[in-house]
């Protein structure tokens, strides 16, 4: 199986094989992990989901938005690892948040998005990488979207795929450990 | 290896939705704007217009200009079309017009959401456009 860099520029694939080593960024540190089971979370209706509907607000306005969400697609367990990439249907533009509404995605001018034309200028939606470790902290992805469409719109769909793995801790970062960053902090 | 494309679109159908002309100035499409503000710009590549008012009903294209009076102005050619025709018009027919907020031509106050002012009211018009922007 071939093993990707963090945010490769083509399709998706594991960052790490079963019973390799991760350092995992969070809380402001490295934690080492070894890899116990790893699957694929491929697109599928189930991954689908639609804000609008999740807030019950029936529609969106241009311009509006819907606040950062807690999707339960996207929630983790204690030391699982969510690998994902993300695209929106309608248009509209997804923004990511950590649980604690720190935003991800984020230089310090602004907090990019991911919108229809995302895939244009990056058909693998590389860019859209993100990782979820959960059990610490700032755990847990908050998913908010903006109607950019000039339209009143009544769906807001976006979509998750990746990989989730299963992760056993270890007291030190193993010498080999595949470093990434789970949190932005 | 993906070839990069510097100037790329999104293909919409008019955010109005089904208009039915009322003989003056009528909204069909509003441009996007994005989080930074900025509004997107649109091409018409498509429009389909059934008309069954009795008589050949005239299309203009166009956007509102702020400081016109009246403030219709107009961007593509008349268009006719015939009466109970599904009349159809491609963007092999359609020269790439582009609504934007001011730049037609050159002149600023214009509003860039595409308008119709049809010679009749009840004919019944949609649109796709490509959309410009992010």
């Known amino acids: 199986m071939d093993v990707a860099n ?3 520029n083509g399709p998706i694939s594991c960052i790490a094989q079963i019973k390799e080593h991760l350092a995992i960024w969070s809380e402001q540190r490295w934690i080492g992990y070894q890899i116990e089971y790893i699957e694929p979370v491929p697109r599928s209706s189930a991954f689908i989901i639609d804000l609008i509907a999740l807030t019950a607000a029936g529609i969106l306005a241009p311009g509006a938005t819907v606040a950062g969400q807690i999707v339960q697609v996207l929630q983790v367990s204690s030391n699982e690892l969510v690998h994902s990439r993300w695209f929106v249907i309608d248009d509209v533009e997804g923004q990511l948040w950590q649980l604690s509404n720190f935003a991800r995605f984020a230089p310090r001018g602004g907090q990019a998005g991911v919108n229809l034309f995302t895939p244009i200028y990056d058909p693998w939606l590389a860019t859209t990488t ?13 998913i908010g979207c903006t109607n950019i469409s000039g339209a009143i719109i009544p769906q807001a769909r976006l979509g998750f795929f990746g990989y989730r793995y ?4 270890e007291a030190q970062i193993h010498p080999n450990a595949r470093y990434l960053p ?3 902090r | 290896m993906v070839t990069p494309v510097l ?6 159908p008019n955010s109005v939705g089904l208009v039915q002309t009322t ?9 996007g704007t994005n989080r930074s503000g900025v509004t997107r710009t649109a091409i018409i590549r498509k429009i389909l217009c059934y008309n069954n008012t009795g008589g050949p009903v005239t299309l203009q294209f166009g956007t509102r200009d702020f400081a016109a009076v009246p403030n219709f102005v107009q961007y593509l050619p ?12 491609t963007e092999v027919d359609i020269p790439a017009v582009e609504f934007s907020v001011q730049l037609l031509p050159l002149v600023l106050g214009r509003e860039g959401n595409i308008y119709l002012l049809a ?4 004919a019944l018009v949609t649109l796709e456009v490509d959309e410009f922007g992010s």
Do not use: C, E
Not at chain 2, 119 to 122: E, I
């Open chain 1, 166 to 169: 299963s992760l056993q801790p």
């Open chain 1, 6 to 8: 963090l945010y490769d």
């Open chain 1, 182 to 184: 789970a949190q932005g």
């Open chain 2, 23 to 31: 003989g003056g100035n009528d909204l069909v499409h509003v441009l």
């Open chain 1, 130 to 142: 993100f990782w979820v470790l959960g059990g610490l902290g700032d755990k847990d992805a908050r």
């Open chain 2, 78 to 89: 008349d268009l006719v079309a015939q009466n109970t025709l599904d009349n159809i018009w």
């Open chain 2, 7 to 12: 100037r790329t679109m999104i293909r919409k």
């Open chain 2, 119 to 122: 010679s009749a009211a009840l």
